[in-house]
Nanobody, 122 residues
Framework: QVQLVESGGGLVQPGGSLRLSCAAVGFKMDYYVIAWFRQAPGEEREAVSCSSTDGNTYYVDSAKGRFAMSRDNGKNRVYLQMNSLKPEDTAVYYC????????????????WGQGTQVTVSS
């Protein structure tokens, strides 16, 4: 079975930091495009960051300079380090994996986690 499990969400004050983790279960993520998406209440799902299989990492404009995505293939995990968090970062964050996925294009990803809630509030 293939599964992605997110963790690390929670409540944080503006300006604080969180590190999200996504564990791949049942497959080796080395050859998969891995992305983080988020969805805030009443808003469309948004691609936040994406790690391609050629070593490139992409970020949505609003996250550039604040978020950093990384892979740890030895642990079969991917992380999203989020710094200088803002209230507008509040959302459910999902990790997604796709063998032939295009970064930022949700429907091209094959596997999705259940999400982890990130709330940025004072």
């Amino acid at each position: 079975q293939v599964q992605l499990v997110e963790s690390g969400g929670g409540l944080v004050q503006p300006g604080g930091s969180l590190r999200l983790s996504c564990a791949a279960v049942g497959f080796k993520m080395d050859y998969y495009v891995i992305a983080w998406f988020r969805q805030a209440p009443g808003e469309e799902r948004e691609a936040v960051s994406c790690s391609s299989t050629d070593g490139n990492t992409y970020y949505v404009d609003s996250a550039k300079g604040r978020f950093a995505m990384s892979r740890d293939n030895g642990k079969n995990r991917v992380y999203l380090q989020m710094n200088s968090l803002k209230p507008e970062d509040t959302a459910v964050y999902y990790c997604a994996a796709g063998r032939e996925a295009f970064c930022g294009v949700g429907p091209t990803f094959d596997y999705w986690g259940q999400g982890t809630q990130v709330t940025v509030s004072s």
